[in-house]
């Protein structure tokens, strides 16, 4: 039941009574063991669970009666198909056959999901790659444009995704959620050669899952009684582009060398697939294979024309523009086994190697550009996923099935080309741009070093089917281990020389020393029992469940080896970091309006807590991981040979102000004393974590045979927000000040308003961090709520035709006002380290800049244009085997932002001071800097973008059940020139456009099956 359908109905004589009794087989030849069966109870209602998806035929039969079979039902996974049935008193053995099409409405599940047949995928631009459901599914929003890409041809955007303002896609393989920490971004990609259908989950999501959101459920293809296979390749290349950089973008910073210049590099993909009989009816296999590289340009960004040691400035080559480089392989294999006549069991494993050998080129936003050897190589090797599943019918109503697996990653990040470990990482603020290397404080994202990362799953049910009731219980348990200290841990020059620069306007305006090595160990155990049933009362059926969850981490001692400015550091064992507890209703109903089941109203509600994969409180991570302190390098004077050689003259140890830097911003910097702690409401607690509730109400109708419609309202809303707050200095030791924003006709109202809510600490307490994690409702409320509405059409056609797409409309509303009024006072992030990603899914500010603590920003209700979209699919047969299919997109533009540098010369006089990371308050001179913004988030975007992709194919019959089709692809047939980043600090680079959609593409491809 973790990935298939169901059938269910109600069987009645002539005059309408009800017919206890009845005996119901389901026969497919998807099943291995052919026929599944049922008995109708004392209201005459059964149901068949565990049907796998494919076409099927449904025999009633009862001793005195005719027997009756329905057939031509194409069962879906995860839906629950309406067969009713009428029996005949017949005094002869006679059968009564009756065809008809599949039902569209699904009127017992409170679930709304949408189902994507393989065939239906292959047929669409993009070769039924998983990455094409974001640009088909309403409602989905990437969670950065930069993952748009190529003509949809990268792998990074998977389950880089989210729905009506709920947590990310998860991926789900046999009822297992299979995603791992830092693992969507194209570090494990699902080959579509190996599934049969996916289906798009997106509310009223059961007691069975571990959280909510979009569940993208996998259904693996597995094998057959008849032998079949397919292969696929597609292929594209500069000379198969068009040019979409026009004056328009030239002026938004393109180089003229960019005119002409196709977005697409490099691309091929190869893959294919065979299955079929070991032993008939016994054991089936599937295995698979794939090939894929990508490689595209970001129109934007170029190397550097420069080196270290000889040069430490940035000059972009404008005739080396930067490209990605990804790189995957997979092979998979699935056998399925009939052991017994009741006993199944299914192995399945997929094994890659794979590479973002130039990783975070398309994902600026919330940080800044990065230049390609500033770009770490990051391999994914070993990288496996591998599951085990037993199912066992015991009786016509009772089924168990248990089932494991484990998923291991290890990302190892490596040096780009021309980086070598005295490198710097160097981040000019004028262009918000990082050059030079790329390394910080952190395992994992941030350094060269390897991290490995392994989850184990444990799952057993039981399910009980009476006929009126689908009463199912459970146990699943994840073990997450991540970390290898004594391997991975004890490299010097894992970020380099340990020390980062930041210059503004070509000069250095600071520097950040980092406590290298570093590396953490932490293992994390969730174990959850749910109850749920769906019970059937005439027309209505509720579907209720009950989850409860625990999960507890803990990490062991570690020793961290010295690094450049830090000495050698234990870190203590800790032990519940966090340990929530948590009990999660979800309930729902469907009501079959008419009883004909063609229509159907639903509603549902559900709590869904935070899935931890990583400790917010490991010690390794609550020590003081960097310190910053100014630089003037020009301070020592014209005469003297130090100044500007682009070098920190001074004491780097000293943690205060000496020579040409100014003091430490942590004082706890290489001590052992942690910078962080948590409060005990921040760890432990019954329904205190993170979570969110999601509600829904929807009405589904089938207008036409194969034609239906979905309305639906959706609501998201989260709780359980942690923030941060510096116990070192009281709320009263900031003191305020206003800037004035520049006059230009392209910021709100023209410019030259006043922001306020701009804090400095007192000089006194500069560099002392005690920071205590603790619950947001000690201070007041923070909220984040989406609203919206969905109106789509679900339809097929003719012999293979289909149509199916719509219209959402949504927004997401957030306050943290509560920490306007005590600038100690912070946010914790609800994703990644941006501190200023306070939301989750919610596009944030920069990183590095400090937030008005204002209304204006700090209660944000965006227009409600910036969350509607269009969205539709349709494929279209045509004579002569020729098929056309294409898809729509109409979306909101990117937010734009503008991050302002603040020069302390600009606030001297506001503040009656320097600031306090000034090296002294009695010299007027500091080239201390402050970055805040001068446009409140997510109020202002760039133009919507428009996309539409084409396909046309023609079918090639060789004989027998061979056939090949060939296929033409168009991406982006009107040649759009949407901006997907840009430069978002405010100056003469303001607004440059790093990254646009692709120019029109063409590619290539065919597709044999046999």
């Given at each position: 039941m973790w990935a298939q359908g169901s059938i269910t109905g109600t069987v009645r004589d002539s005059s309408g009574a009800v017919l206890p009794g009845v005996t119901v087989e389901a026969a497919s030849p998807a099943l291995i063991e052919k026929v599944r069966s049922g008995v109708t109870d004392g209201q005459g209602v059964y149901r068949i669970v565990d049907l796998r998806p494919g076409p099927y035929t449904v025999t009633f039969t009862l001793q005195g009666f005719n027997t009756f079979r329905r057939t031509g039902i194409e069962l879906r996974a995860e839906f629950t198909a309406t067969v009713d049935a009428e029996l005949m008193l017949g005094t002869v053995e006679e059968t009564i056959t009756v065809s008809g099409e599949a039902p569209l409405v699904d009127t017992r599940s409170a679930r709304a999901q949408t189902q994507y047949a393989a065939e239906t995928l292959q047929a669409l631009p993009g070769t039924g790659r998983l990455s094409t459901l974001i640009s088909v599914l309403p409602g989905a929003v990437l969670n950065n444009e930069g993952d748009r890409a190529s003509g949809n041809l990268s792998d990074r955007s998977q389950t880089r995704c989210a729905i009506h303002g709920a947590p990310n896609a998860q991926p789900v393989i046999d009822g297992m959620n299979t995603e791992m920490a830092a693992s969507n971004t194209g570090v494990f990609v699902w080959n579509q050669i190996n599934f049969q259908e996916v289906v798009a989950e997106t509310s009223g999501i059961g007691a069975d899952r571990d959280t909510g959101g979009i569940q993208l459920n996998m259904i693996p293809r597995d094998g057959g009684n008849t032998y079949s296979g397919i292969l696929q390749l597609a292929y594209s290349g500069p000379d198969l582009q068009s040019n979409n950089i026009g004056d328009e973008l030239i002026a938004r910073?393109?180089?003229?060398?960019?005119?002409?210049?196709?977005?697409?590099?490099?691309?091929?993909?190869?893959?294919?697939?065979?299955?079929?009989?070991?032993?008939?009816?016994?054991?089936?296999?599937?295995?698979?294979?794939?090939?894929?590289?990508?490689?595209?340009?970001?129109?934007?960004?170029?190397?550097?024309?420069?080196?270290?040691?000889?040069?430490?400035?940035?000059?972009?080559?404008?005739?080396?523009p930067a490209h990605s480089d990804d790189s995957y392989r997979d092979y998979s294999l699935r056998l399925t086994a009939q052991a017994t006549e009741k006993h199944k069991v299914v192995v399945g494993g997929s094994f890659q190697a794979n590479c973002n050998c130039v990783y975070a080129l398309f994902r600026p936003q919330g940080g800044p550009l990065v230049t390609p050897e500033a770009a770490t190589e990051h391999a994914y090797e070993p990288d496996y996923n591998v599951t085990t599943t037993w199912t066992y019918p015991a009786t016509n109503r009772l089924l168990v099935m248990a089932s494991g697996g484990v998923n291991h990653i290890s990302q190892t990040n490596r040096r780009g080309a021309g980086v070598d470990e005295n490198s710097i990482q160097i981040t000019e603020q004028s262009l918000d741009l990082k050059y030079g290397a790329a390394y910080g404080a952190t395992l994992g994202g941030s350094s060269y070093s390897t991290i490995p990362r392994t989850q184990y799953h444990q799952q057993f049910s039981v399910t009980y089917v009476p006929g009126s009731h689908s009463f199912k219980t459970g146990v699943n348990i994840r073990t997450v281990k991540t970390g290898n200290n004594d391997k991975y841990g004890r490299d010097l020059f894992m970020a380099n020389r340990a020390i980062l620069y930041t210059?503004?306007?070509?000069?250095?305006?600071?520097?950040?020393?980092?406590?290298?090595?570093?590396?953490?160990?932490?293992?994390?155990?969730?174990?959850?029992?749910?109850?749920?049933?769906?019970?059937?009362?005439?027309?209505?059926?509720?579907?209720?469940?009950?989850?409860?969850?625990?999960?507890?981490?803990?990490?062991?001692?570690?020793?961290?080896a010295p690094g450049f400015f830090v000495g050698e550091?234990?870190?203590?064992?800790?032990?519940?970091?966090?340990?929530?507890?948590?009990?999660?209703?979800?309930?729902?109903?469907?009501?079959?309006?008419?009883?004909?089941?063609?229509?159907?109203?639903?509603?549902?509600?559900?709590?869904?807590?935070?899935?931890?994969?990583?400790?917010?409180?490991?010690?390794?991570?609550?020590?003081?991981?960097?310190?910053?302190?100014?630089?003037?390098?020009?301070?020592?004077?014209?005469?003297?040979?130090?100044?500007?050689?682009?070098?920190?003259?001074?004491?780097?140890?000293?943690?205060?102000?000496?020579?040409?830097?100014?003091?430490?911003?942590?004082?706890?910097?290489?001590?052992?004393?942690?910078?962080?702690?948590?409060?005990?409401?921040?760890?432990e607690g019954f329904n205190d974590q993170f979570h969110n509730w999601?509600?829904?109400?929807?009405?589904?109708?089938?207008?036409?045979?194969?034609?239906?419609?979905?309305?639906?309202?959706?609501?998201?809303?989260?709780?359980?927000?942690?923030?941060?707050?510096?116990?070192?200095?009281?709320?009263?030791?900031?003191?305020?000040?206003?800037?004035?924003?520049?006059?230009?006709?392209?910021?709100?109202?023209?410019?030259?308003?006043?922001?306020?809510?701009?804090?400095?600490?007192?000089?006194?307490?500069?560099?002392?961090?005690?920071?205590?994690?603790?619950?947001?409702?000690?201070?007041?409320?923070?909220?984040?709520?989406?609203?919206?509405?969905?109106?789509?059409?679900?339809?097929?056609?003719?012999?293979?035709?289909?149509?199916s797409g719509g219209v959402s409309m949504g927004r997401t509303v957030t306050d943290n006002c509560l920490l306007n009024d005590n600038a100690s006072l912070a946010n914790l992030p609800t994703a990644g380290t941006n501190p200023n990603s306070a939301f989750l899914n919610v596009a944030a500010l920069p990183a590095t800049s400090t937030v008005?603590?204002?209304?204006?920003?700090?209660?944000?209700?965006?227009p409600w244009s910036s969350g509607t979209q269009v969205k539709f699919l349709a494929v279209y047969p045509l004579p002569w085997d020729f098929e056309a299919s294409g898809i729509f997109q109409n979306s909101p533009g990117i937010p734009i932002t503008a991050s302002y540098v603040v020069t302390n010369a600009m606030v001297r006089q506001a503040l009656g001071r320097n600031f306090a990371a000034c090296p002294s308050q009695a010299v007027?001179?500091?080239?201390?800097?402050?970055?805040?913004?001068?446009?409140?988030?997510?109020?202002?975007?760039?133009?919507?973008?428009?996309?539409?992709?084409?396909?046309?194919?023609?079918?090639?019959?060789?004989?027998?059940?061979?056939?090949?089709?060939?296929?033409?692809?168009?991406?982006?047939?009107?040649?759009?020139?949407?901006?997907?980043?840009?430069?978002?600090?405010?100056?003469?680079?303001?607004?440059?456009?790093?990254?646009?959609?692709?120019?029109?593409?063409?590619?290539?491809?065919?597709?044999?099956?046999?």
């Open positions: 910073g393109l180089s003229g060398s960019t005119r002409g210049l196709a977005s697409i590099k490099k691309f091929y993909d190869v893959s294919g697939g065979v299955g079929g009989p070991i032993r008939q009816d016994r054991l089936w296999f599937f295995g698979g294979a794939r090939r894929s590289v990508t490689q595209q340009y970001a129109a934007g960004i170029y190397w550097n024309r420069h080196t270290q040691p000889a040069s430490l400035l940035y000059d972009p080559d404008l005739s080396r210059f503004q306007n070509q000069r250095p305006v600071s520097l950040q020393l980092l406590a290298t090595p570093h590396h953490f160990e932490e293992v994390a155990h969730d174990v959850a029992v749910y109850a749920q049933d769906q019970w059937t009362i005439r027309r209505a059926t509720l579907n209720l469940g009950l989850r409860f969850n625990d999960v507890d981490m803990s990490s062991p001692e570690l020793t961290l550091r234990v870190v203590p064992a800790a032990e519940h970091i966090p340990h929530w507890r948590n009990l999660s209703p979800r309930v729902g109903a469907a009501y079959d309006l008419f009883g004909d089941g063609r229509t159907a109203i639903k509603g549902s509600i559900g709590r869904y807590p935070d899935v931890i994969r990583v400790s917010p409180a490991n010690p390794a991570n609550q020590f003081s991981l960097t310190t910053n302190r100014t630089w003037n390098d020009t301070l020592l004077g014209a005469g003297d040979p130090r100044s500007g050689n682009f070098r920190p003259d001074c004491e780097l140890l000293n943690p205060v102000a000496n020579g040409e830097c100014g003091a430490w911003s942590d004082q706890n910097f290489g001590r052992p004393r942690r910078s962080t702690r948590n409060a005990p409401d921040a760890l999601q509600a829904s109400v929807s009405f589904q109708h089938e207008l036409l045979q194969g034609l239906a419609l979905n309305v639906g309202y959706f609501r998201t809303w989260y709780g359980g927000f942690q923030v941060t707050e510096n116990q070192a200095v009281p709320a009263s030791a900031y003191d305020a000040y206003c800037i004035t924003a520049p006059t230009d006709r392209r910021l709100p109202g023209g410019g030259g308003n006043q922001i306020c809510g701009l804090f400095d600490v007192n000089p006194a307490y500069f560099g002392r961090v005690d920071t205590v994690v603790t619950q947001a409702s000690n201070y007041g409320e923070q909220t984040q709520v989406y609203d919206g509405i969905d109106i789509t059409l679900n339809g097929r056609f003719g012999q293979g035709g289909q149509f008005p603590r204002n209304s204006q920003f700090c209660h944000v209700t965006p007027a001179t500091c080239n201390a800097t402050v970055r805040t913004e001068l446009v409140p988030p997510n109020t202002m975007f760039e133009p919507r973008l428009t996309q539409v992709d084409l396909r046309f194919s023609r079918l090639f019959r060789l004989g027998g059940t061979a056939r090949v089709r060939g296929t033409f692809d168009v991406y982006n047939v009107f040649n759009a020139s949407s901006v997907l980043s840009m430069t978002p600090t405010y100056g003469p680079a303001w607004l440059n456009a790093a990254q646009v959609l692709s120019a029109r593409l063409l590619r290539v491809g065919a597709q044999l099956d046999f």
